[in-house]
């Protein structure tokens, strides 16, 4: 069964939809679709390290600097408490990161990566790097900053 539950929540294909009944929702579609492959193309990468795409997402969040508690975590990448409750609970049981309490702020939780997680992070990034450069290599440096740049726009609105 796919991520979708059914067949019926997957994303439409270019013969199932046309561009022109309505091409923001095409592009939806489309959008939806590449992201849907590039994490499965991530997850297969980073399975012999017995990581998911969702788990490196979470990672790099945190290696980058990005967000440091699971409040800004859920602000960055929009989920809700308790999934990323559940997304910390297994990333700390593999060992690449630890949460402390701040000395501070008794309420606040401070997440690093471990010692593990900063030695396997670069090898886990270069990996992901890799899945993704082959899934963009149909397209030339040109139409991939073009790309970049009109995704950056869209990102902005």
Do not use: W
């Amino acid at each position: 069964m796919s991520e979708y539950g059914n067949k019926s929540d997957a994303p439409a294909t270019a013969a199932q939809t046309s561009g022109n009944d309505d091409p923001g929702l095409y592009i939806g579609y489309l959008v939806t679709g590449v992201r849907t492959r590039m994490m499965q193309e991530m997850d297969a990468c980073l399975n012999p390290y017995g990581l998911t795409a969702a788990q490196f997402i979470i990672l790099r969040r945190i290696a980058e600097g990005v967000a440091t508690t699971a409040a800004e975590l859920c602000r960055v990448l929009e989920y809700d408490t308790g999934s990323m409750t559940r997304m910390l609970d297994r990333l700390e049981e593999k060992a690449v990161i630890v949460r402390e309490r701040s000395s501070d702020d008794r309420r606040v939780v401070k997440i690093t990566l471990t010692p593990q997680g900063t030695e396997q992070y670069p090898k886990l990034k270069d990996e992901v790097s890799l899945a993704l450069n082959r899934r963009f290599s149909p397209l030339s440096s040109d139409e991939l900053n073009q790309l970049r740049g009109m995704l950056e726009r869209l990102a902005k609105n």
